[in-house]
């Protein structure tokens, strides 16, 4: 069993930044890759950022050049730094663990507006 806890998450302005954390306990040697995803209202989950084990990391196109992922092993705990926010990043950022199963979180709000 893996668990994962979020945070991070709150209300910027469009150009602003914020970065996201997610902690990892329990079996967390067994974890492959860890992600990041978000869902905005009435639509579907995305992914955002992926980071493997190795550290190869995968981005979706629309957040490439301004989000970031990154892992601190000693902590457990991988990031996601987000800049140049814009308002259709607007949703709930879910984190992610992938074992032989996947493991979320409880999910963090980002709303960004002026």
């Known amino acids: 069993q893996v668990q994962l806890v979020e945070s991070g998450g709150g209300l910027v302005q469009p150009g602003g930044s914020l970065r996201l954390s997610c902690a990892a306990s329990?079996?967390?040697?067994?974890?492959?890759?860890m992600g990041w995803y978000r869902q905005a209202p009435g639509k579907q989950r995305e992914l955002v950022a992926t980071?493997?084990?190795?550290?190869?990391?995968n981005y979706a196109d629309s957040v490439k050049g301004r989000f970031t992922i990154s892992r601190d092993n000693a902590k457990n705990t991988v990031y996601l730094q987000m800049n140049g926010l814009k308002p259709e990043d607007t949703a709930v950022y879910y984190c992610?663990?992938?074992?032989?199963?996947?493991?979320w979180g409880q999910g963090t709000q980002v709303t960004v507006s002026s």
């Open positions: 329990g079996s967390i040697f067994s974890i492959n890759a």
């Open positions: 992610n663990a992938v074992t032989s199963l996947i493991y």
């Open positions: 980071i493997t084990s190795g550290g190869s990391t």
